[in-house]
């Protein structure tokens, strides 16, 4: 596609393109990928805490997506609905059992950019974020990553939690000061 | 608020220590203090803690604590470049389209996927100005199953890109810029892409149905 046509694309609404896919126009869901596939593996990765597993996680649910169209819900936005779809895919994952592997095997997606020692320096912080990310209660997790990582309000994560908003808030008091102590202990 | 706020610090309590309180000697709620510092906050005062150094130590505390969060947050995450293909290349595999174009010429026959056909007169279409998206569907063969299952079991009488030979009839779904002229931008979809599949699949008979569904503002997203 040319970038001219790409980028008038880009402007227009989700749901408009929701509807196309749902009449059957795999181009709209295409778009719908192109313009939500970096979320859901940004969020499969804080909720996994390895690549390979995201990239897993954020596949499956793009098709799980596409396959359950029919049963998308249009009083929500189409990626609310995603975030769900993802945080129960991540959810399946981690109740599985182990993870694929505890060693990063898409070694070419760290963080490379900037100096050595800081590129090192923000490596480690990485590491033990993700280390005490994971050291939380899935439900613990998926509110702190929702709201500190994405930036979803109280509001929309009741919505792709299925909770209310009073319910979210306690759960983030308990996260914080869980995520606190384990980040006290790596200090 | 009503503890005191000047009572000197027996200390400077660690972050585990004040994680374990409910609140500070001031009264403070410690999980609104840490909520306001993981929000960036920890700098800002209200009435009450311009004057407690309990409070004004705990956020600075607790700001320090939740630093790293913060800076893992705002750092950008590389996404696997073909993650959008990989996922378009197996919901593709699920619907592949059975359907070719079919030339037979002197050293043998050349096939063309019908969703080729789509993709083109969709690209084409897409290059007409006024044309806001355009998406052309393929709905044969095993996607018409798949279809019904993944979407509301639509069916339009001529939703395919249907082709047989060197005939096809495409169907699009497209919006356009609000105040283009809608009927000439639909005229123009049809002559460009009719030309464009004649000129590049050497199909001889082309019918453009375009369905304009949507008007959409310079503003709307």
């Known amino acids: 596609m040319a970038a001219a046509a790409q980028a008038v694309h ?12 749902q009449e059957g126009y795999l181009d709209a869901y295409e778009l719908l990928v192109q313009r939500h596939s970096a979320m859901a593996y940004r969020v499969a990765l804080r909720l996994t805490g390895n690549h390979h597993d995201a990239q897993d996680v954020a596949q499956e649910a793009l098709i799980a997506a596409w396959e359950n169209l029919a049963r998308f819900n249009a009083r929500s936005s189409f990626s609310t609905w995603l975030y769900q779809i993802v945080t129960r895919r991540a959810l399946n994952k981690a109740t599985r059992g182990k993870s694929a592997s505890s060693i990063d095997l898409l070694p070419d997606l760290a963080d490379t950019s900037g100096e050595p020692a800081e590129q090192a320096e923000r490596n480690l912080v990485v590491d033990a974020v993700t280390g005490a990310l994971l050291a939380l209660p899935f439900p613990q997790r998926v509110v702190i990553v929702l709201h500190h990582f994405e930036g979803l309000s109280y509001a929309e994560i009741a919505a792709v939690t299925g909770s209310t ?8 008091f308990r996260a914080r000061r869980a995520l606190g102590q384990q980040l006290e202990e790596w200090r | 608020m009503s503890g005191p706020v000047n009572d000197p610090l ?9 994680l374990g309180d409910a609140a500070l000697p001031c009264g403070a709620e410690v999980d609104l203090l840490l909520e306001q510092a993981a929000a960036g906050r920890g700098a800002y ?15 600075g505390e607790f700001a320090a604590l939740w630093s790293p969060v913060a800076e893992m947050a705002a750092a950008p995450v590389t996404v696997p470049p073909g993650l959008p293909a990989a996922v378009m290349s197996q919901i593709r595999g699920l619907v592949r389209d059975v359907w070719y174009t079919l030339e037979i010429t002197e050293i043998g026959a050349v096939r063309i996927a019908a969703r080729i056909v789509a993709a083109l007169a969709r690209d084409s279409a897409r290059m007409i100005p006024g044309v806001r998206v355009a998406l052309g569907r393929s709905t044969q063969g095993r996607l018409a199953a798949l279809a019904d299952k993944a979407t509301f079991g639509h069916h339009h009488p001529d939703a ?4 047989l030979g060197r005939t096809a009839v495409v169907d699009l779904a497209v919006a356009v810029t609000y105040n283009a002229p809608v009927h000439q931008v639909a005229r123009d979809i049809q002559r460009q892409v009719t030309a464009t599949l004649r000129g590049q699949i050497g199909l001889r008979s082309v019918t453009v149905n375009v369905t304009v569904d949507d008007v959409l503002g310079d503003d709307e997203g």
């Open chain 1, 165 to 172: 908003e009073p319910a979210v808030r306690s759960h983030l």
């Open chain 1, 10 to 21: 880009s402007a227009v609404a989700d749901a408009y393109l929701v509807a196309r896919a």
């Open chain 2, 45 to 59: 005062r209200d009435a009450h803690q311009q004057q407690c150094v309990h409070c004004q130590a705990v956020l």
């Open chain 2, 160 to 163: 395919a890109v249907g082709v």
């Open chain 2, 10 to 18: 027996p200390g400077r309590p660690s972050a585990r220590q004040l």
